[in-house]
């Protein structure tokens, strides 16, 4: 039978074995905000890496950028984020609390002992007022308003800026993008879901300029390709759907946006988001900054691009794939939780385990081991406990091989790697191994999950 | 004769090939804020990927961690930060503007038509208040000062705050150490001298936690350490030095820190700190939250560790490599500029290059090797233009190998390979062109450079 993942259980485990746990604990946390311990690292630098290795480094077309998070302020004019990017807000006059005026169906007031949601109707509630999401803050030492800036909202426009710049230097014309990773901040009124709603949080955005008669093509093609990279690394079919946006739905310069959905513990929700946002950008920005932000081709023909833009943020990527992997199963009457990750997603790739630790032999073949295999890859060295205790540890971590260490190695050189997802085990020769890991990383995965 | 390496020939370069640009430029720019372009994203993570694989993939004793930029405010109470992390500033009330009352000496008034530093003494400056460099914000809707947040000016204090987290999750004892790598922001009044002094910047610390007793030990071992680490990636011995800061130079809790200097454009500067911060950030942060941050050993000996912290910025290393690399030389009658970047920091690690773009043959034979290089390695594929002029444009972003596909290659299915330092060419066969890289990349390297 399936296992339940609720996202209590994945919070719990990512608490556990530090993975990711709540920011600024000894001083009572800071509200949805939270801290990426070893393995979260980790796992993050692997999504990191292999968005920028797809996006960037197996493509002819695409160059990387990394804009500042504090831009001048006028990006933020011209792109429409200092006059539109708000969520409507009401006061309580009751409680005092402030909530979003489009999700009260959802919220309870504070002095609500039941606190069911939809008692609003009683509440006593101001009318509803914008409130900007932008973070704000103050540059250099004057401290009258001229010096207000934000900080980013988004990546994307840091891209958007720079078109001018990576046309010229990077020698392009569309078809090309421009990719980028980094932090963005909002400040969201109601964060929560765990990571799902945060007021930090790191983007991979790519914008994707093309001719504007090609801007349908290339918008089905990037839905596709990012479709298909979360069913590389090993999310199930069952768990993704695309979602096109209704008309009513879609920004107004979109004309067409469809979000990856996965099956998260809360419902089918947004992974990634892959719009067609049009010329709007370069026209803004054309218009606010009297810069032409146009491509001009050999033969003279000139036009503003059309962008498309599949954009995610690496904590959705890294909820989903937590909740993809989590397993529960009994084996040889013991229950074991497991991770069953990608195995380039895994934060760690391999551990090596003397099965008797204080034996030095064993202990000094296997830190042999570990020194080698550690050059290309992180891998872990245990060697305290009972080895199944051992086991388990990794399971719970997504270790796919876990090499160990055992008498039959003192004698002919082999050692057993045994499988994280069908606990197969099998010798290997010593000298072997890193060959064999090496390979073993790199072969298609699918999950066995049911 | 050696090239005189000014700070103007690396800006020009960086904005020529698009390793680093003012920020915001189509809207005037942003102060010293600076956008990364192409190779200088590629660089930076070649920087922060070398430096994560020592401090944590290849060893036993750190472990990675990666906080967020707004933390609880009390972090920045508990720190000192609040308190004392400012400068002071005077007003002209000649010019309006405001300058650092400790930078005088090297500040003119916008009044002064001469400019010449030391004019002040004329000036009508107020007296000197504090200033504090950290960027201020207001996070959730609620617009009272309770409210009131940082950025984070150092990763550090994330650091230690989570040391509790981090000795119960990761099973470690002392020595042991914690590694971040992340933006900073510090509302610098004077920021200047190119990426050296920004308001934006990407820290890399490492917090390393000792029995009081070996502080010393591990403090000097920490400086060595780093210190090689610097000249493995190929900067010169002789453009980096040791110096130890006076008693009346350090900090108050320090009782030891020694800066690896570099001798940039603008002389000798710091490039990595190293303290010994002794026990005052965990006993401040025990003081403020009431979470003791001791160690308890299993014996139940206890004891506050004391802290060894080498602290960097990757910028800093950024500039520091591209001015030791950074080159002029003629090479039959034509001058060329090269980078001299070791092949591990270096953005592109071979171009693919074939002689006649225009030859199917060629281009095909160059395809195919491109193809399968790219899996591994950042490679470019270039076919425009004459061969010289795309050797010259690899020089200049320091690419260490050419792989040229010519002629001969179509006979005998050998290609010429050529070295960006002392531009020998050698010819290779094209199936062991891959590993013949992979080789090359990982040997030793220094530079050829007077």
Redesign the interface.
């Known amino acids: 039978m399936a296992v339940d993942v609720t996202m209590d259980k994945i919070v719990s485990l990512s608490r ?3 993975f990711v ?1 709540p ?9 949805s ?6 393995y ?3 796992m ?2 692997n999504i990191r890496s292999l968005w ?1 290795q797809t996006m960037v ?2 493509r ?1 077309d695409i ?10 302020p ?2 933020w004019e011209a792109s429409g984020h200092v006059g539109g990017f708000s969520d409507p ?1 009401v006061d309580c006059r009751t409680c005092k609390l ?1 909530f979003r005026a489009d999700q009260l169906e959802q919220s309870a007031c504070g002095r609500k002992p039941s606190k069911h949601p939809g008692e609003w109707k009683e509440c006593d509630l101001t009318e509803a007022r914008q ?1 900007n999401l932008m ?8 401290e009258d308003s001229s010096a207000t ?1 934000y ?1 980013r909202p988004e990546t994307a426009q ?1 891209i958007f ?2 078109f ?3 046309l010229q ?3 392009r014309k569309p078809p090309f993008g421009i990719a980028q990773t980094g ?1 963005s ?1 909002r ?1 969201e ?1 109601t964060p929560g879901n765990f990571l799902f709603r945060v ?2 949080f790191e983007q991979m955005e790519m914008e994707y300029f093309v001719p504007p008669a090609d801007a349908e093509r290339w918008y089905r093609y990037w839905v596709d390709a990012r479709y298909d990279w979360y069913l590389k690394y090993g999310l199930r079919e069952s768990m993704l759907r695309k979602r096109e946006h209704s008309a009513e739905e879609r920004s107004h310069y979109s004309s067409g946006t469809t979000d990856i959905e996965y099956l998260y513990p809360i419902g089918w929700s947004e992974l990634e988001g892959i719009a067609n946002r049009g010329d709007y950008d370069l026209t803004q ?1 054309t218009q ?4 032409k ?1 146009e491509f001009v081709d050999d033969d003279g023909t000139r036009y503003t691009p059309y962008v498309i833009e599949p954009a995610v943020s690496i904590e959705r990527i890294f909820v989903a794939m937590l909740v993809d992997g989590y397993d529960e199963e009994v084996v040889a009457d013991r229950e074991r939780t497991v991770l069953r990750l990608h195995p380039a997603i895994a934060p760690v790739k391999a551990a090596i385990l003397p099965l008797i630790g204080k034996n030095t032999d064993m202990a000094e073949k296997a830190d042999a081991l570990f020194q080698e295999l ?2 290309r890859h ?1 891998v872990e ?1 245990d060697d ?1 406990g009972q080895i199944g205790r051992r086991y388990r540890r990794q399971d719970e971590i997504g270790t796919p091989f876990a090499f160990t260490i055992d008498d039959q190695t003192l004698e002919d050189g082999t050692v057993t790697v045994r499988d994280r997802d069908s606990l197969a085990q099998e010798r290997l020769p010593l000298d072997g191994v890193a060959r064999w890991l090496g390979e073993a990383l790199e072969k298609p995965w699918r999950t066995p999950k049911a």
Do not use: C, W
């Open positions: 556990r074995r530090g746990f920011s600024s604990e000894i001083y009572g946390g800071m509200g905000t939270y801290d990426y311990g070893h979260g690292v980790l993050k630098n920028f480094q197996e002819d160059v990387a950028l990394d804009s500042a998070v504090i831009l001048n006028l990006v807000l402030r409130f973070f704000q803050t103050q540059v250099g030492p004057l800036a900080l840091g800026v720079n001018k710049n990576v230097l990077a020698r932090k901040f400040n009124i007021r930090e920005h606010h900054s009297g810069t932000l550690r050059r992180v060295y305290s």
